[in-house]
């Protein structure tokens, strides 16, 4: 079998429509007879049903609005540390998700802890109990606040050099 007759089997070929009755698209091109689908830009918008109400203005509109700036948090309480670790220094900063400590439980040991966030009761039970919490600096704390930028002032302009006005001779 020579190469010139393989075909692709994946290959279908796109309609050519308005080129004559003998293409079996002629006439009409495949939009019938008058109506607005047969005209120039008749096709009617995404989600038109013919002048009934449709179904997304059928939907009750959603309360509120979804934070761009949210950080989802692992809770892990300060008993539950008590029971997984011993005494000494645990960091939960690498983890896959981001760790904030909270107060629920009771500290006996003393723990030197490495966290994304904690509430304000964790850190004291585990100061309570000889420990320290360092917190890690959020993403946007890494970046100097507004007011402490210097201010944009203009930088000064090389001289130009000023064109001499042309010499009016006296003819």
Not at 22 to 29: K, L, Q
Not at 116 to 132: L, P, Q, R, Y
Request: glycine share 10%.
């Amino acid at each position: 079998m020579p190469l010139t007759e393989l075909k692709n089997k994946n290959f279908k070929a796109r309609k050519r429509v308005g080129r004559g009755n003998g293409s079996g698209h002629g006439t009409y091109s495949c939009r019938g007879q008058k109506g607005q689908s047969s005209r120039a830009g008749g096709r009617r918008r995404p989600g038109f049903e013919g002048g009934q109400t449709p179904l997304h203005m059928k939907m009750p509109k959603l309360k509120g609005f979804r934070n761009i700036n949210r950080i989802d948090y692992k809770a892990i309480n300060v008993g539950d540390l008590e029971e997984m670790f011993k005494e000494g220094e645990v960091d939960l900063t690498n983890l896959k998700n981001k760790v904030k400590l909270l107060s629920n439980g009771e500290v006996t040991k003393k723990f030197t802890i490495k966290v994304h966030a904690a509430s304000a009761s964790a850190v004291e039970k585990i100061e309570k109990a000889g420990g320290s919490c360092e917190i890690l600096p959020k993403r946007k704390d890494l970046f100097p606040k507004k007011a402490d930028r210097k201010p944009w002032t203009p930088k000064e302009k090389a001289p130009t050099a000023k064109k001499k006005p042309a010499d009016k001779t006296e003819e």
